[in-house]
């Protein structure tokens, strides 16, 4: 069965970093676009960046851009996203969807939580 | 980018009622690209229906979507015990930003 599994979240300061991974297993990763999304607390969702099976095609939204980068090692079944100058608005819960443009979210991880805070 | 507005905020239903969930576009959306998320407390989003109208894998049929163009509707047709929940539409394909709506909770009334 379709498994994802988020990790790498936690507390981080305002202006720090940090990396989200996203294992993947139960089908063809390579096949499918995979997407970030994310929940802060008691708020909807928000889509927060694609990517295409090769990686050849990247989104993201307005309000990363620049400071988010998502990545995928299709050997590795994984997919991750690294985040740089992190501000108390990204803190949410993230997670991990087979996902992309064209594709609806039929798969989601349970999420991880980024909490940016001093 | 395409923005979605969704109404009411919260329905107030019974058990075995009918639901009718808003969904409207900024700008005309492809109906191959427009999807409806059920999210319970503590747990990620579920897909009930992409383009448009189709049903994904598992779900029942008192769950339906329609509409076309600005304007989207998702129906549950009698409300069970575990239909209350939170509901967001989505677009995914009419613009390269994906995005969704701000969610209708359906609470027992």
């Known amino acids: 069965q379709v498994q994802l599994v988020e990790s790498g979240g936690g507390l981080v300061k305002p202006g720090g970093s940090l990396r989200l991974s996203c294992a993947a297993s139960g089908f063809t990763f390579s096949d499918y676009y995979m997407s970030w999304i994310r929940q802060a607390p008691g708020k909807g969702l928000e889509w927060v960046s694609y990517?295409?099976?090769?990686?050849?095609?990247?989104y993201y939204a307005d309000s990363v851009k620049g400071r988010f980068t998502i990545s995928r090692d299709n050997a590795k079944n994984s997919l991750y996203l690294q985040m740089n100058s992190l501000r108390a608005e990204d803190t949410a819960v993230y997670y991990c969807?087979?996902?992309?443009?064209?594709?609806?979210?039929?798969?989601w991880g349970q999420g991880t939580l980024v909490t940016v805070s001093s | 980018e395409i923005v979605l507005t969704q109404s009411p905020g919260t329905l107030s239903l019974s058990p075995g009622e009918r639901a009718t969930l808003s969904c409207r576009a900024s700008q005309s959306v492809s109906s191959s690209y427009l999807a409806w998320y059920q999210q319970k407390p503590g747990q990620a989003p579920r897909l009930l229906i992409y383009?448009?109208?189709s049903r994904a894998t598992g779900i029942p049929d008192r769950f339906s979507g329609s509409g076309s163009g600005t304007d989207f509707t998702l129906t549950i047709s009698r409300l069970e015990p575990e239909d209350f929940a939170v509901y967001y539409c989505q677009q995914y394909g009419s613009s390269p930003e994906l995005t969704f709506g701000g969610g209708t909770k359906v609470e027992i009334k």
């Open positions: 383009g448009a109208s």
């Open positions: 990517i295409s099976s090769s990686g050849s095609t990247i």
């Open positions: 969807a087979r996902a992309g443009y064209s594709y609806p979210a039929d798969y």
